[in-house]
């Protein structure tokens, strides 16, 4: 069965574009893709080689996110996490990345409608925090927008708990004074110094 005239065009177009989207690493998982549906074993060398730029590179990079500080009384609203390689349980505010050509403001909306299909107005931002940290064993690096945040339906306040839409998860209000003191461990770190004293 010869080969199309139209597949090392398209093939290469398509190796491109997963560079100019992903980085040059992917172009070789691309590739590899690519090579394994035309070439057998070649095909599996070129996907399964542990090239520096892929997969494990898309680690390396330092992540913008936004997060909201919604206020209930001396409560904050918070999703709980799980470390099972440190053993911690931790609480971070809700938020998420910051899309290219996006403003940190306009993410956290976004965030909030995808997470608890709610409507939030943003207020100040209140600090920029950098966390270093590690999870389940990997490497992290986040700039942390960090805003005061409202919901725009005040029905939403009298609710406990919330369930996240797009994680298995659930956000729920927490005493301010339960991270204070130490009880709780609130992320990212730097972000209880921020809390004003008495909250």
């Known amino acids: 069965m010869g080969l199309s005239p139209w597949a090392v065009p398209a093939g290469g177009i398509t190796v491109v574009a997963v560079a100019g989207e992903f980085g040059a690493g992917w172009a070789w998982l691309s590739a ?25 590179g898309m680690g390396s990079s ?10 209930r009384r001396a409560q904050i609203l918070v999703f709980e996490g799980r470390d099972d390689v440190k053993g911690e349980t931790y609480y971070r505010p809700l938020g998420g990345g910051v899309e290219f050509g996006e403003r940190s403001d306009d993410a956290l909306k976004r965030e909030f409608r995808e997470e608890l299909a709610a409507d939030i107005e943003v207020g100040n931002l209140i600090g920029v925090l950098e966390n270093v940290f590690t999870w389940r064993g990997h490497p992290g690096h986040e700039i942390a927008f960090v805003y005061e ?37 609130l992320y990212p770190e730097g972000l209880i110094e921020l809390l004003s004293p008495d909250q």
């Open 62 to 71: 330092i992540r913008p996110i936004a997060l909201g500080l919604i206020r």
């Open 149 to 185: 945040a409202g919901f725009v339906d005040p029905d939403r306040y009298a609710e406990e708990e919330m369930k996240i839409l797009d994680d298995p998860a659930t956000a729920r209000w927490v005493n301010v004074e339960d991270f204070t003191d130490g009880r709780m461990i």
């Open 32 to 56: 590899g893709a690519l090579v394994v549906a035309g070439a057998g074993w070649f095909g599996w060398v070129v996907l399964w080689r542990r090239w520096p730029d892929s997969v494990a």
